[in-house]
């Protein structure tokens, strides 16, 4: 076999790789928040989900990154795992689209019919408003191109009449479980290896159509593919949390059923399917260009079998995964650990990492609200060890908070290197914005709580008047920071911002009359200028954090818009 030949096929199948993934980012690109909808309200149940794991799957080609897509999902809290698991399943079907398409470009020679996509991609590219269109339609001409190049290799190399690749497979007994097995293992290692499932299906297309490789051994490397693709998903869910290791492992366990049971009656069944297509795999004379049909039909004939029993066993499934991956031991919630995302996570779907950012966002602003909360106790404690111990926990949040701003920075910085659209760029530099200022809101929390534990290191106290105010301030403050949460966790576009602008003006008047009321009572010894001076820094502070908050919903707001 000439090196040029071998350079051709890896050559093709990177393009057919690189082609795959082009189209799958273009139609999330074009798709956006929609993908996010259709996953959400399409799996209200579990045919719903079914037939929409098909739909995207088929979209995108890549069961891959449908099955991410899900994962990442649950991590975010936007599927159910037993939504997640019907998804899934209709994943596993979308993906045999594939083998058809690969099937119909070993069949017929396409490659001088893309050269025309080629062409229209490229206008389309310089058109700003069409570009994802033009990178779809790029992705497409690549994959065919890719399949015809390897059809035609094939029938180049003539393996058929290349002595030593036809002994080789013929020194396994295609008639023994035991080179099945072999065969399966073998189609597991390389789909990891080569993390594409299609890369794979296309080597054994290549090889049965010449005619080298007999069926069975074929159809138990397609087996083997289906368990391989699902380790890159239970890579991806290993930093998530547990629901979306669930659903991740619920995936490997479905597939893995399958081939169990098919493993059971694996020749009947190979031989039923093909009869459905009118190939006798037992004839000594077999159309080779035919079995390329038989393999996609073997792949699809699987899928939908396996879907047809399992669908109904969804709750046990997920009794299941669930028996299999325990929930982690519960930790303290004043340690730090991001709930959504990790160095794991960051999906191979970069478009929809943001969505797992903006959760841990939403959970980074409830933890500040939950600092904020400890601080109005802290106002209240008089005992100098109840103190202590709530200061020390208030500073613990405060690190806390760094540590979350730090943390979420350098995820988005990391999906921000990614190829994004224009709207999800935006969307990150929004993001940005607002964990800086949930941060801010930390501090400000801090700066409070050192006043006061500067005030009881001190010999004097608050009078009443002012531990009224204060707590009217808190209130006020704290009533915000609700409004602010809100605002982060509702998907609904029509939210009224004034109620968290009219709040803030309530803060900034009220922050304007105790500084009049205060200067005239230090005036009046009614209390000294120190305790005076404590008192207005608590309440300054309380302003300050209200324009954070503020920066924040201002920030949301807009990305709401360019979501609408």
Same mark, same amino acid.
């Given at each position: 076999?000439?090196?040029?030949?071998?350079?051709?096929?890896?050559?093709?199948?990177?393009?057919?790789?690189?082609?795959?993934?082009?189209?799958?980012?273009?139609?999330?690109?074009?798709?956006?928040?929609?993908?996010?909808?259709?996953?959400?309200?399409?799996?209200?149940?579990?045919?719903?989900?079914?037939?929409?794991?098909?739909?995207?799957?088929?979209?995108?080609?890549?069961?891959?990154?449908?099955?991410?897509?899900?994962?990442?999902?649950?991590?975010?809290?936007?599927?159910?795992?037993?939504?997640?698991?019907?998804?899934?399943?209709?994943?596993?079907?979308?993906?045999?689209?594939?083998?058809?398409?690969?099937?119909?470009?070993?069949?017929?020679?396409?490659?001088?019919?893309?050269?025309?996509?080629?062409?229209?991609?490229?206008?389309?590219?310089?058109?700003?408003?069409?570009?994802?269109?033009?990178?779809?339609?790029?992705?497409?001409? @690549?994959?065919?191109?890719? =399949?015809? /190049?390897?059809?035609?290799?094939?029938?180049?190399?003539?393996?058929?009449?290349?002595?030593?690749?036809?002994?080789?497979?013929?020194?396994?007994?295609?008639?023994?479980?035991?080179?099945?097995?072999?065969?399966?293992?073998?189609?597991? =290692?390389?789909?990891?290896?080569?993390?594409?499932?299609?890369?794979?299906?296309?080597?054994?297309?290549?090889?049965?159509?010449?005619?080298?490789?007999?069926?069975?051994?074929?159809?138990?490397?397609?087996?083997?593919?289906?368990?391989?693709?699902?380790?890159?998903?239970?890579?991806?869910?290993?930093?998530?949390?547990?629901?979306?290791?669930?659903?991740?492992?619920?995936?490997?366990? @479905?597939?893995?059923?399958?081939?169990?049971?098919?493993?059971?009656?694996?020749?009947?069944?190979?031989?039923?399917?093909?009869?459905?297509?009118?190939?006798?795999?037992?004839?000594?004379?077999?159309?080779?260009?035919?079995?390329?049909?038989?393999?996609?039909?073997?792949?699809?004939?699987?899928?939908?079998?396996?879907?047809?029993?399992?669908?109904?066993?969804?709750?046990?499934?997920?009794?299941?995964?669930?028996?299999?991956?325990?929930?982690?031991?519960?930790?303290?919630?004043?340690? @730090?650990?991001?709930?959504?995302?990790?160095?794991? /996570?960051?999906?191979?779907?970069?478009?929809?990492?943001?969505?797992?950012?903006?959760?841990?966002?939403?959970?980074?602003?409830?933890?500040?609200?939950?600092?904020?909360?400890?601080?109005?106790?802290?106002?209240?404690?008089?005992?100098?060890?109840?103190?202590?111990?709530?200061?020390?926990?208030?500073?613990?949040?405060?690190?806390?908070?760094?540590?979350?701003?730090?943390?979420?920075?350098?995820?988005?910085?990391?999906?921000?290197?990614?190829?994004?659209?224009?709207?999800?760029?935006?969307?990150?530099?929004?993001?940005?914005?607002?964990?800086?200022?949930?941060?801010?809101?930390?501090?400000?929390?801090?700066?409070?709580?050192?006043? %006061?534990?500067?005030?009881?290191?001190?010999?004097?106290?608050?009078?009443?008047?002012?531990?009224?105010? %204060?707590?009217?301030?808190?209130?006020?403050?704290?009533?915000?920071?609700?409004?602010?949460?809100?605002?982060?966790?509702?998907?609904?576009?029509?939210?009224?911002?004034?109620?968290?602008?009219?709040?803030?003006?309530?803060?900034?008047?009220?922050?304007?009359?105790?500084?009049?009321?205060?200067?005239?009572?230090?005036?009046?010894?009614?209390?000294?200028?120190?305790?005076?001076?404590?008192?207005?820094?608590?309440?300054?502070?309380?302003?300050?954090?209200?324009?954070?908050?503020?920066?924040?919903?201002?920030?949301?707001?807009?990305?709401?818009?360019?979501?609408?």
């Amino acid at each position: 076999m000439s090196i040029w030949i071998i350079f051709k096929i890896i050559g093709s199948l990177a393009l057919l790789i690189y082609g795959m993934k082009v189209m799958s980012e273009a139609l999330q690109k074009m798709a956006g928040s929609q993908l996010r909808h259709i996953l959400g309200t399409m799996t209200k149940n579990r045919f719903t989900g079914l037939i929409t794991g098909m739909f995207v799957t088929a979209s995108v080609q890549s069961s891959t990154a449908t099955t991410v897509m899900t994962v990442s999902f649950v991590n975010a809290g936007l599927l159910t795992l037993a939504q997640a698991i019907s998804v899934i399943m209709g994943a596993n079907i979308g993906t045999t689209f594939t083998a058809w398409i690969m099937t119909l470009g070993f069949s017929f020679n396409m490659a001088n019919v893309v050269f025309p996509v080629f062409f229209i991609a490229l206008l389309l590219i310089y058109r700003k408003k069409h570009r994802y269109v033009g990178d779809f339609l790029f992705g497409v001409a @690549f994959m065919f191109f890719a =399949i015809s /190049t390897l059809g035609a290799t094939g029938k180049e190399m003539d393996l058929s009449h290349n002595q030593s690749v036809i002994e080789f497979f013929s020194s396994f007994d295609k008639d023994s479980y035991l080179t099945i097995f072999a065969f399966l293992g073998l189609g597991t =290692i390389l789909t990891f290896c080569m993390q594409s499932s299609a890369a794979l299906m296309a080597i054994t297309m290549v090889l049965c159509s010449s005619g080298v490789l007999p069926i069975y051994m074929g159809i138990a490397l397609v087996l083997g593919e289906n368990i391989g693709t699902t380790i890159t998903s239970n890579i991806a869910a290993m930093g998530a949390n547990t629901q979306a290791r669930r659903a991740a492992m619920a995936h490997l366990s @479905f597939n893995v059923f399958g081939v169990l049971w098919v493993l059971c009656i694996f020749y009947p069944f190979i031989d039923m399917v093909c009869g459905f297509v009118g190939v006798d795999p037992h004839s000594g004379h077999i159309d080779a260009s035919r079995l390329s049909v038989v393999l996609a039909a073997f792949h699809t004939t699987f899928n939908v079998c396996n879907t047809a029993v399992l669908i109904w066993f969804i709750p046990q499934m997920e009794k299941l995964v669930c028996t299999i991956i325990k929930p982690n031991a519960m930790k303290d919630e004043d340690d @730090f650990r991001l709930r959504y995302i990790g160095d794991n /996570t960051l999906m191979a779907t970069p478009e929809l990492s943001v969505l797992e950012a903006r959760k841990e966002i939403q959970s980074f602003a409830e933890r500040i609200q939950r600092m904020f909360s400890m601080v109005r106790e802290l106002l209240g404690v008089k005992n100098e060890n109840d103190f202590v111990k709530l200061f020390t926990r208030i500073e613990k949040y405060e690190g806390i908070s760094d540590n979350m701003e730090i943390e979420i920075a350098n995820y988005l910085d990391k999906v921000s290197d990614s190829h994004l659209s224009d709207e999800t760029k935006a969307k990150i530099r929004a993001m940005l914005r607002e964990i800086s200022e949930i941060e801010s809101i930390g501090d400000s929390c801090y700066n409070i709580a050192r006043t %006061l534990n500067r005030k009881l290191r001190g010999k004097e106290d608050f009078t009443e008047q002012q531990y009224d105010h %204060l707590h009217q301030m808190f209130e006020l403050t704290d009533d915000s920071l609700t409004q602010m949460n809100v605002m982060l966790s509702s998907r609904r576009y029509d939210l009224d911002v004034n109620r968290s602008f009219n709040i803030e003006n309530e803060i900034n008047n009220y922050r304007t009359q105790l500084k009049s009321q205060n200067i005239n009572d230090v005036n009046n010894h009614l209390y000294t200028y120190a305790i005076g001076t404590m008192y207005m820094d608590i309440v300054s502070e309380c302003e300050k954090l209200a324009d954070y908050v503020i920066n924040v919903v201002e920030a949301r707001m807009g990305t709401k818009q360019r979501e609408a």
